[in-house]
């Protein structure tokens, strides 16, 4: 089991930069694919980006990509998304995710997912 913790949300105005962190706990994560997901009310739940663990290839959602970094530390065990140009369409809850061990799925899909935090509010004014 790994059990996940968000942690840095908070309210910023547009063009800020705020650094979220997810701390694992339970086992490593150096063989977990890890993502970051957002959801805002009313909206689905939807893939921001991700971190292989065979290779560490990232992928990115395009409405963040070049503004969010996806990386991971393996000796805190913890994954961060770094997120610049914040706007007000980033408002959502954001949540951690891992795959199972050693999982290769396809990092976009939800459902390969199956550890989850349990979200962390970012709030970002105009």
């Known amino acids: 089991q790994v059990q996940l913790v968000e942690s840095g949300g908070g309210l910023v105005q547009a063009g800020d930069s705020l650094k979220l962190s997810c701390a694992a706990s339970g086992r490593t994560i150096l063989k977990y694919t890890m993502a970051w997901f957002r959801q805002a009310p009313g909206k689905e739940r939807e893939f921001l980006a991700a971190?292989?663990?065979?290779?560490?290839?990232?992928y990115y959602t395009d409405s963040v990509k070049g503004r969010f970094t996806i990386s991971r530390d393996n000796a805190n065990n913890s994954v961060y998304l770094q997120m610049n140009s914040l706007k007000p369409e980033d408002t959502a809850v954001y949540y951690c995710a891992a795959q199972g061990a050693y999982g290769l799925g396809a990092v976009m899909n939800i459902r390969e997912y199956i550890y989850w935090g349990q979200g962390t509010q970012v709030t970002v004014s105009s």
């Open positions: 971190l292989r663990w065979s290779g560490g290839t990232t």
